[in-house]
Protein backbone atom coordinates (compact mmCIF):
# COMPACT_ATOMS: atom_id res chain seq x y z
CA UNK A 1 0.00 0.00 0.00
CA UNK A 2 1.27 4.07 -0.18
CA UNK A 3 -0.25 6.79 1.80
CA UNK A 4 0.96 10.13 0.74
CA UNK A 5 1.44 11.25 4.06
CA UNK A 6 4.01 8.71 5.46
CA UNK A 7 4.84 6.98 2.06
CA UNK A 8 5.12 3.08 1.45
CA UNK A 9 4.21 0.32 4.15
CA UNK A 10 3.19 -3.11 4.85
CA UNK A 11 1.60 -5.33 6.98
CA UNK A 12 4.76 -5.71 8.65
CA UNK A 13 4.71 -1.92 10.40
CA UNK A 14 4.04 -3.74 13.87
CA UNK A 15 7.58 -4.85 13.28
CA UNK A 16 9.43 -1.94 12.36
CA UNK A 17 7.28 0.11 15.06
CA UNK A 18 9.00 -2.88 17.84
CA UNK A 19 12.33 -2.29 16.32
CA UNK A 20 12.14 1.99 16.72
CA UNK A 21 10.60 1.32 19.95
CA UNK A 22 13.64 -0.75 20.86
CA UNK A 23 16.25 1.91 19.50
CA UNK A 24 14.77 4.39 21.20
CA UNK A 25 14.89 2.94 24.52
CA UNK A 26 18.42 1.85 23.83
CA UNK A 27 19.57 5.17 23.50
CA UNK A 28 17.82 6.75 26.62
CA UNK A 29 19.53 4.28 28.03
CA UNK A 30 16.59 2.15 29.33
CA UNK A 31 16.78 -1.07 28.05
CA UNK A 32 20.82 -2.47 26.53
CA UNK A 33 20.19 -4.58 23.12
CA UNK A 34 19.64 -7.73 23.58
CA UNK A 35 22.83 -8.79 21.67
CA UNK A 36 24.59 -7.05 24.53
CA UNK A 37 22.71 -7.87 27.59
CA UNK A 38 20.01 -10.76 28.82
CA UNK A 39 17.18 -9.20 30.71
CA UNK A 40 16.56 -9.61 33.99
CA UNK A 41 13.43 -11.89 34.84
CA UNK A 42 9.95 -10.35 36.76
CA UNK A 43 11.87 -12.12 40.18
CA UNK A 44 15.19 -10.45 39.55
CA UNK A 45 13.40 -6.99 38.68
CA UNK A 46 11.71 -7.36 42.29
CA UNK A 47 14.86 -8.22 44.02
CA UNK A 48 16.62 -5.48 42.40
CA UNK A 49 13.58 -2.89 43.13
CA UNK A 50 13.22 -3.72 46.52
CA UNK A 51 15.12 -2.94 49.86
CA UNK A 52 15.28 -5.13 52.76
CA UNK A 53 17.03 -2.76 54.82
CA UNK A 54 14.64 -0.08 54.51
CA UNK A 55 11.53 -2.80 55.00
CA UNK A 56 13.02 -4.18 58.20
CA UNK A 57 13.80 -0.62 59.70
CA UNK A 58 9.90 0.47 58.20
CA UNK A 59 8.52 -2.64 60.07
CA UNK A 60 9.92 -2.15 63.31
CA UNK A 61 8.45 1.30 63.53
CA UNK A 62 4.95 -0.38 62.17
CA UNK A 63 5.78 -2.76 65.71
CA UNK A 64 6.13 0.09 68.10
CA UNK A 65 3.19 2.04 66.18
CA UNK A 66 1.27 -0.89 67.57
CA UNK A 67 1.74 -0.12 70.93
CA UNK A 68 1.35 3.32 70.58
CA UNK A 69 -2.00 3.66 67.93
CA UNK A 70 -3.12 0.05 68.40
CA UNK A 71 -3.69 -2.40 66.08
CA UNK A 72 -3.70 -1.70 62.06
CA UNK A 73 -6.76 -3.89 61.52
CA UNK A 74 -8.77 -1.97 63.79
CA UNK A 75 -8.45 1.19 61.95
CA UNK A 76 -9.46 -0.19 58.44
CA UNK A 77 -12.06 1.46 57.27
CA UNK A 78 -12.67 3.43 60.51
CA UNK A 79 -9.48 5.99 60.41
CA UNK A 80 -8.18 7.46 63.57
CA UNK A 81 -5.30 9.60 62.92
CA UNK A 82 -4.70 12.01 60.52
CA UNK A 83 -1.75 9.91 58.55
CA UNK A 84 -1.75 12.86 56.08
CA UNK A 85 -0.66 15.30 58.34
CA UNK A 86 1.63 13.22 59.92
CA UNK A 87 3.39 12.19 56.37
CA UNK A 88 3.66 15.63 55.29
CA UNK A 89 5.03 16.89 58.63
CA UNK A 90 7.47 14.19 58.47
CA UNK A 91 8.35 14.68 54.45
CA UNK A 92 9.12 18.81 55.48
CA UNK A 93 11.72 17.40 58.31
CA UNK A 94 13.37 15.29 56.03
CA UNK A 95 13.80 17.87 53.42
CA UNK A 96 15.85 19.77 56.10
CA UNK A 97 17.29 17.28 57.98
CA UNK A 98 18.26 14.15 55.57
CA UNK A 99 17.32 11.92 58.54
CA UNK A 100 16.50 8.83 56.48
CA UNK A 101 14.00 7.58 59.49
CA UNK A 102 11.83 9.89 58.13
CA UNK A 103 11.57 8.14 55.17
CA UNK A 104 10.76 4.63 57.02
CA UNK A 105 7.77 6.27 58.82
CA UNK A 106 6.60 8.08 55.76
CA UNK A 107 6.53 4.55 54.52
CA UNK A 108 4.35 2.52 57.55
CA UNK A 109 2.19 5.98 57.43
CA UNK A 110 1.20 5.56 53.56
CA UNK A 111 1.07 2.04 54.17
CA UNK A 112 -1.71 2.70 56.88
CA UNK A 113 -2.99 5.47 55.21
CA UNK A 114 -3.64 3.00 52.01
CA UNK A 115 -5.13 0.59 54.52
CA UNK A 116 -7.38 2.22 56.30
CA UNK A 117 -9.26 3.65 53.40
CA UNK A 118 -10.33 0.50 51.69
CA UNK A 119 -13.57 2.34 50.18
CA UNK A 120 -11.07 4.62 48.34
CA UNK A 121 -10.28 3.74 44.99
CA UNK A 122 -6.75 2.20 43.19
CA UNK A 123 -6.95 3.39 39.76
CA UNK A 124 -3.73 1.95 38.12
CA UNK A 125 -2.72 4.22 35.45
CA UNK A 126 0.60 5.83 34.27
CA UNK A 127 -0.28 9.58 34.50
CA UNK A 128 3.11 10.51 32.72
CA UNK A 129 4.18 12.43 36.50
CA UNK A 130 7.39 11.17 36.90
CA UNK A 131 10.50 11.77 39.14
CA UNK A 132 13.21 14.02 37.00
CA UNK A 133 16.30 12.99 36.32
CA UNK A 134 19.06 14.33 38.63
CA UNK A 135 21.97 15.72 36.60
CA UNK A 136 25.00 13.91 36.79
CA UNK A 137 27.83 14.61 39.07
CA UNK A 138 30.07 15.17 36.55
CA UNK A 139 27.55 17.30 33.81
CA UNK A 140 28.73 20.79 33.29
CA UNK A 141 25.94 22.87 32.68
CA UNK A 142 26.79 25.86 30.08
CA UNK A 143 23.85 29.22 30.20
CA UNK A 144 22.91 30.35 26.99
CA UNK A 145 22.62 33.75 27.29
Same mark, same amino acid.
Not at 88 to 117: P, Q, W
Given at each position: ?NDPEI???????????????????????????????????????????????????????????????????????NPKFD????? /???????????? /?????????????????????PFKAA??????? /?????????????
Open positions: MGPYDDNASGVREQMRRRLLERAGIFCSRAHKRQPTIDQIYAMQWDAGFERLMRNRMAMGYFRYGALKDQIGNLASI /RSRLDKYESSKN /RELLADIAGLCMVEFATHPDYDDGEHAP /RLPHKNTITKEIP
